[in-house]
């Protein structure tokens, strides 16, 4: 059984804030598998969420995040614990202010939960706790977790999104936005993969990989291009995690005139986040305007953030760029000073980011597929799993040639899905083996996994 912690409180003041997920866990996984730790709110009808036309029925909402409507009776048959009522008071009356009082749950233990959440995991672990997941760091909760031994899941939605990219998540055993295990496991990705290595895409072929097809054709011409900026500002949400907790001692305003003291204000951009509360206003520097971020970093020759993911966006791009928060990026870029790196070195950085420290979004909530990463596989064999499920792969076929190329029946299939096919049905069966090996009737593949 996995427990999942939906955050009390949250940004944007919503009373349930991460609604979307507790529905498309709902869609995703069996009843008996899951219990959640929640409020109230969340155990609303979802009708009657309906009739008030509140944004995670919508259709815009089933169709962005993949899910349908719960019935009102998959929501009051869930498995829950709600949390008990005033237990945040003390914080709130603290702070007196939901954002503040979210932040310091993030980071800092605080006692009533962590009281709470021991008392109440303890109780769940009759019932065998496999893992926890959470959508967001929550020092409290890692606390009583680790007490009992039981590893917390931090899920989050990926820095590649649609309608640019192919849609992926963030999977980390340690935390998400800060706090991440992204420099730990890229240092085991290159044991595995030397620079150069004939089973690593370049960079053009990653993109070509995660890019949805309009934007494909787009980047296919102009590839390469110069840009417009030397520097590029991309702001972020005010009220969002990234910058509550992660930020340092960095914002917006600090930010563009850090920028602003190194290049000249023609040269500089600055995009606003399209969500942004309090929008970056000026009489002498520019703001981008462009459809996407997307053509806001091809535009520009260096990206500056606080930790953004248009900065793994800019990488992706053959941009600079230049991180101030914490981010699973941040630590790679640091190290280059955020200056140019050589190119086979980024691209052996990005196809960790994209194809092992990210996971294609089908595999969000797939409850076999945690389990099996809960086994603690080598990088080598999630680099195969999650490669063989991303929907565009092209050009990844010289690993399985030059060791199964006398078997003509396995290698069709293998050509079908490496020329842009989707995936066949013999592959994902290799693939979803309950050890996660690569395995066929005709042909061992665990060699992949070496």
């Known amino acids: 059984m996995f427990v999942v912690y939906l955050d009390p409180l949250g940004p944007r003041k919503a009373p349930a804030t991460q609604l979307w997920q507790f529905y498309k866990l709902l869609s995703r996984t069996n009843p008996q598998e899951v219990h959640f730790l929640l409020t109230e709110p969340y155990l609303e009808d979802p009708d ?65 939960l962590y009281e709470y959440l021991a008392k109440e995991l303890n109780q769940l672990s009759k019932r065998n706790i496999e893992g926890v997941i959470t959508w967001a760091n929550n020092a409290s909760l890692e606390k009583a977790a680790s007490e009992l031994n039981i590893p917390v899941i931090h899920n989050e939605v990926g820095p590649l999104r649609a309608p640019v990219y192919q849609d992926s998540a963030y999977f980390d055993l340690r935390g998400v936005n800060g706090n991440t295990d992204s420099s730990r496991r890229y240092a085991d990705f290159i044991r595995h993969f030397e620079i150069g290595d004939p089973g690593l895409l370049s960079r053009k072929e990653i993109l ?154 089908s595999l969000l909530f797939d409850f076999e597929y945690y389990r099996w990463r809960l086994t603690r596989p080598t990088e080598k064999q999630i680099w195969a799993r999650h490669r063989a499920l991303w929907p565009n792969i092209s050009s990844v076929v010289d690993p399985f040639t030059k060791s199964f190329a006398s078997g003509t029946g396995i290698m069709s299939k293998l050509l079908l899905w490496c020329n842009g096919g989707s995936v066949p049905f013999e592959l994902h069966a290799w693939v979803n083996t309950s050890d996660g090996n690569l395995f066929s009737t005709e042909f061992d593949l665990s060699y992949w996994h070496q």
């Open 48 to 112: 009657c969420l309906s009739a008030r036309h509140a944004v995670e029925t919508s259709p815009a909402a089933v169709e962005k995040y993949g899910y349908p409507v719960p019935t009102s009776r998959q929501v009051s048959s869930a498995s829950a614990s709600i949390f008990p009522e005033g237990l945040f008071t003390p914080l709130l009356e603290r702070f007196g202010m939901i954002d503040q009082a979210w932040a310091t749950l993030l980071t800092d233990v605080y006692e009533p």
């Open 208 to 361: 070509q990989t995660i890019l949805k097809p309009a934007f494909a054709a787009s980047f296919s011409q102009t590839f390469g291009s110069s840009p417009q900026f030397e520097a590029g500002v991309a702001l972020q949400v005010e009220d969002d995690s990234n910058i509550l907790a992660y930020a340092g001692s960095w914002n917006s305003r600090s930010l563009v005139s850090y920028v602003l003291s190194h290049h000249t204000a023609d040269q500089t951009t600055v995009r606003n986040h399209p969500l942004s509360s309090f929008p970056f206003v000026s009489s002498t520097v520019g703001l981008d305007n462009s459809p996407s971020s997307f053509h806001f970093v091809e535009s520009c020759q260096t990206v500056f953030t606080i930790n953004s993911s248009v900065g793994i966006e800019a990488l992706l791009l053959g941009r600079n760029s230049r991180f101030f928060g914490q981010n699973p990026a941040s630590f790679w870029s640091a190290d280059s000073g955020g200056g140019s790196r050589a190119e086979s070195d980024t691209a052996r950085f990005l196809n960790f980011l994209c194809f092992n420290y990210l996971i294609p979004d």
